[in-house]
């Protein structure tokens, strides 16, 4: 009756309505978040196994990655309120959730579009069948199950056994990729593994001199819910059998370890508190049945034993993806009195076993671990258009003429919200409110220490939240208004790096002021109130009702030359513009940060050894179908063919692009890769002003130039201000790098022309933009020419 009842899909469905249903809600009113990624497992607690592995590369490639995890040790335990309640906004908001186990509560989730759902399975190779290849078998799915067919990644230990783990996952090969298991990496360091054999060794008692034989099964039944262990054989007996010296181990599979039978006097019982690859670490010799551990002990070349008293029974009722003589790399005996002579005169057959590691563990190498999340874990979802393209919702909006009258009752809305806020006692607070990123950027960041350092009185809040594009998912940002309008209320200064509706809309006390800290150095193309009307601008009719830049009481810019540009595209008196160039300036001229992001490239890319970087990053485009007039898979090709490596940054709003030939260096920003690369090329993006800072030589590669002119123009005389190299053809490029076109000379010129430091080198762009708003923060009742909404 039980397996009729869960043949039934709506009787599935109703089973985990508690989870997608809010699962759903969540999903509707909040986004992803682009860093956030979630480990799940109902068979184990914490980030062990392959899940310490991934998260341990993830911090190493991305440092500001936010990785969570929700565990419990069993299907059959109870999950606590607390997990209950955030599992499925957990899911709803993470751009990527990793499994490495059957996983039941995600199956019937019709997952959002931009969510990656991967298995990395906890085991290697394909030995006993799993999933949908044991449909049929006792145990194995139902009819129509459901189970498995929802990822979108799934990662295996070779090539040669795609299409097992397709067919047990149900979905098509092409998810399949033979990247590696990341526990697997574990084998390849030599010190590691030695100091985890001695490690453990001293702590089962075992010494150096005597040899340890582990017992390492996998369970019988039908999965963890019926699982038991096989015990037909007589450890102490086998102990006594090898002699003083031997030492005996026995680990239980995890899901037989409740309610087990104690084992012989003499006989270790390593079944908790030793990881896994630890124990195998300390063994001489593995005798196993038909569990995975024979996959990673074998990259160890030792001694292996196949304890199979149930063999025909096994291969029966659970079945192999292979004949068993496959997997037999060593004796294979069936009785318990036949375990001790086998163990102790077992060989390692080096023919046998390099057959046996290139079919099953050929993707094997030590760099598991940073291929998955490298290749799937970090690297960007795909995405046809730029993230912030409108809506279909806000589309018809503005064809019904709906968006200006949105932003009017949007802005009285806030103005009758702010002024009732305006009773709460502002304290010494310094509040930044960023919507370019979804994390605190890394001005923000570095200004905020730089506080911290120089007043540890003072306090710094800093909220960064892009706006999600469709109806629904504004309404949910609507409520996050509310807490940034609180945090400004409550603060002396606030700090923005962009338009701000909560700055520039909202009514403020006069003891507030507001800092226009604009996300880019030097002044290029044209933005804010100086493209209004044009194709790449905003409709000014909707800039006056959002009061676009208004309320500024400080607006920041990098160099004297770039006030006037700024003061027009925020609309404010030039005496307002202050010249103090931002906090990342410090960043590009650290001489550790630049070893660090140096060592973080070479790790990523190992086989690019001394070969010149060109560092590739043009502009972001606002018309929808403007695109990119250069193809980055032709200018990879073409520089390749000079020499060159190429690495492709586009603007955060774009999603990098898929391509097997192209390099874009996940979990590195265009920031941290002025540390590392020799050449920079772009077009028209201002971070040519940041690769002067770091030093790099430039080149600009405009193909469209006088398009882009009409559509944005430029505060200068492009390219002539600049005194770098144009060129509007790939292949141009090519000769000018070969030529040497961009010097040294010419960057420091650029430098000096759009970015100005202080005289006191002792004395950085973070430091100088504190005291400033520590000045701001402690004077009182300044008199404002800031008009009240």
């Known amino acids: 009756m039980r397996e009729r009842l869960r043949s039934i899909r709506v009787l599935r469905s109703l089973r985990f309505l508690p989870y997608s249903l809010p699962y759903r809600a969540w999903s509707l009113i909040r986004p992803i978040r682009p860093h956030r990624i979630l480990f799940l497992s109902d068979s184990h607690l914490g980030f062990t196994g392959n899940f310490g592995f991934l998260r341990a590369e993830i911090h190493r490639q991305q440092p500001d990655a936010e990785v969570v995890g929700i565990f419990k040790d069993g299907l059959g335990r109870r999950r606590s309120l607390r997990d209950l309640l955030r599992l499925p906004y957990l899911l709803a908001t993470s751009a990527v959730v990793v499994l490495d186990d059957f996983y039941p509560l995600v199956y ?232 001790a002579p086998a163990i102790s005169s077992a060989q390692v057959d080096s023919a046998r076993f390099d057959r046996f590691l290139s079919d099953f563990c050929g993707a094997l190498d030590g760099r598991s671990s940073e291929r998955i999340v490298r290749e799937v874990l970090l690297a960007a979802p795909r995405r046809s258009h730029p993230r912030r393209t409108d809506s279909a919702s806000a589309r018809l909006l503005r064809r019904a003429g709906l968006d200006l009258t949105t932003a009017r009752v949007a802005r009285v809305s806030l103005t009758v919200m702010s002024s009732l806020m305006q009773v709460l006692p502002s304290r010494r607070k310094v509040t930044m409110l960023t919507r370019e990123h979804n994390r605190p950027p890394v001005d923000f960041v570095l200004l905020r220490d730089a506080l911290r350092r120089r007043d540890p009185s003072m306090q710094v809040t800093i909220i960064s939240r892009m706006v999600p594009g469709g109806v629904l998912p504004k309404v949910g940002y609507a409520f996050h208004i509310l807490v940034e309008l609180y945090h400004v209320a409550t603060s002396r200064v606030l700090v923005v790096d962009g338009y701000s509706f909560v700055a520039s809309a909202a009514r403020h006390d006069d003891e507030l002021t507001i800092v226009q800290m604009w996300h880019a150095l030097g002044a290029l193309k044209k933005f804010g109130l100086s493209i209004l009307g044009r194709p790449e601008g905003r409709d000014p009719r909707l800039a006056r009702a959002m009061r676009m830049h208004r309320n500024y009481d400080i607006v920041i810019t990098s160099a004297e030359r770039c006030r006037p540009a700024y003061a027009e595209a925020f609309g404010t008196d030039a005496a307002k513009v202050v010249v103090a160039p931002l906090p990342r300036v410090d960043r590009l001229r650290d001489p550790i940060a630049r070893e660090r992001a140096r060592s973080r490239f070479a790790k990523l890319y190992p086989e690019l050894g001394a070969t010149p970087v060109v560092l590739y990053a043009p502009t972001f485009r606002t018309r929808r179908g403007s695109g990119h007039p250069v193809d980055p898979v032709e200018l990879t090709r073409a520089l390749g063919g000079a020499g060159y490596a190429v690495i492709t940054k586009l603007h955060p709003l774009v999603a990098p692009p898929r391509h097997a030939e192209l390099r874009t260096a996940p979990g590195m920003s265009t920031q941290d890769l002025m540390l590392v690369a020799d050449h920079f090329v772009t077009d028209y993006s201002s971070a040519v002003f940041e690769a002067a800072v770091a030093g790099i030589p430039s080149y600009l590669l405009a193909p469209d130039l006088d398009d882009y002119v009409q559509s944005r123009d430029f505060y200068l005389t492009y390219p002539e201000d600049l005194g770098l190299p144009l060129t509007q053809s790939v292949a141009g490029l090519v000769d000018l790098l070969r030529a040497g076109a961009a010097t040294p000379e010419q960057v420091v010129r650029l430098a000096e022309a759009f970015v100005e430091t202080a005289d006191d080198d002792r004395t950085g762009a973070a430091d100088r933009l504190a005291e400033l708003l520590i000045e701001a923060a402690g004077s009182r009742g300044r008199s404002r020419s800031r008009r009240r909404p």
């Open 108 to 339: 019937p989730l019709r997952l959002r579009r931009r969510t990656r759902l991967v298995q990395v399975w906890h085991a290697a190779g394909a030995f006993k069948r799993v999933g949908h290849s044991r449909a049929g078998l006792p145990g194995g799915p139902t009819p129509g199950s459901d189970i498995h067919r929802n990822y979108t990644h799934a990662t295996v230990s070779s090539e040669g056994i795609r299409d097992d783990y397709a067919e047990a996952y149900g979905i098509p090969r092409e998810r399949i990729r033979a990247l590696g298991v990341p526990r697997s990496d574990f084998f390849f360091d030599e010190p590691l593994v030695t100091a985890a054999r001695d490690r453990v060794r001293a702590r089962l008692g075992v010494p150096a001199s005597v040899r340890l034989a582990v017992y390492a099964p996998t369970f019988r039944g039908n999965g963890q819910l019926t699982a038991y262990a096989d015990e037909s054989a007589d450890w102490g007996r086998v102990a006594d059998a090898l002699g003083g010296d031997w030492r005996v181990a026995v680990r239980r599979h995890p899901f037989t370890t409740r309610g087990a039978r104690p084992l012989p006097a003499g006989v270790i019982d390593a079944s908790a508190d030793v990881e896994m690859n630890d124990l195998l670490a300390a063994a001489d010799v593995l005798i196993t049945d038909y569990s995975s551990a024979v996959f990673e002990f074998a990259l160890l070349r030792r001694p292996v034993v196949f304890f199979t008293p149930d063999l025909d029974r096994y291969a029966a009722t659970r079945s192999f993806y292979r004949p068993f003589e496959d997997y037999a790399i060593g004796p294979v005996v069936r009785s318990s009195e036949q375990l």
